[in-house]
């Protein structure tokens, strides 16, 4: 009786051996990312006065730039959500070919610093409604400034922007965020206009 018993194990334990080595190998899956939920676009006019003006999003806070080499109308629009904003300068350089020059290669200065940590840089001239052109960069990578640009009428007015997260989550994780914050700045450029009511 006991060999019996003895030979139905053996022969169940065979069994359950030879099926599970029949299985599919197993393969972990990827680690998730959580779901963020990203709320509809909706634009305000730029209150404060500056020598520019345009349309930027509700859900973001204009403030002033803090930094120590900041000039006059020179603002971020902070994204308290997303930890990431949008950093705007500029400059009124009067005619002046050579100072036109120089924030034109600054710009592009400041863009090639993000080349070690980018594997592509793609530039883009656009032409907005309002009439002026525009130079756009995007990066990919681990970077951490995915979006830039800077727009002049070549005369008076040079306007740059620049897209920062302050945060040390992947830029996998935060692409739907970073494609929603890229959508904004391209608003803000197709509604960007000079004014003429700040000296």
Not at 5 to 20: M, V, W, Y
Request: hydrophobic share 35%; net charge neutral.
């Amino acid at each position: 009786m006991r060999k019996n018993n003895l030979f139905n194990f053996i022969a169940l334990l065979g069994g359950f051996l030879f099926l599970s080595g029949c299985a599919e190998e197993y393969t972990p899956k990827p680690k998730g990312f959580n779901r963020i939920d990203l709320p509809d676009p909706q634009y305000t006019q730029l209150q404060e006065q500056h020598p520019y003006t345009f349309e930027h999003s509700v859900y973001a806070k204009i403030l002033k730039d803090s930094s120590r080499i900041a000039e006059p109308h020179w603002i971020d629009i902070y994204y308290p959500r997303f930890k990431a904003n949008i950093q705007l300068t500029y400059k009124n350089f009067n005619q002046d070919p050579k100072m036109f020059n120089g924030l034109v290669e600054d710009a592009r200065k400041l863009t090639s610093r993000h080349q070690i940590k980018a594997y592509a840089i793609e530039e883009t001239q656009i032409k907005t409604p309002t009439g002026i052109t525009a130079s756009v960069f995007e990066l990919e990578g681990e970077v951490p400034s995915q979006f830039q640009f800077y727009l002049t009428d070549s005369t008076k007015h040079f306007f740059r922007g620049a897209l920062y997260f302050r945060t040390a989550t992947s830029n996998d994780s935060l692409a739907p965020v970073i494609e929603y914050l890229k959508k904004d700045a391209v608003h803000l450029l197709n509604t960007l206009h000079w004014t003429e009511q700040v000296k």
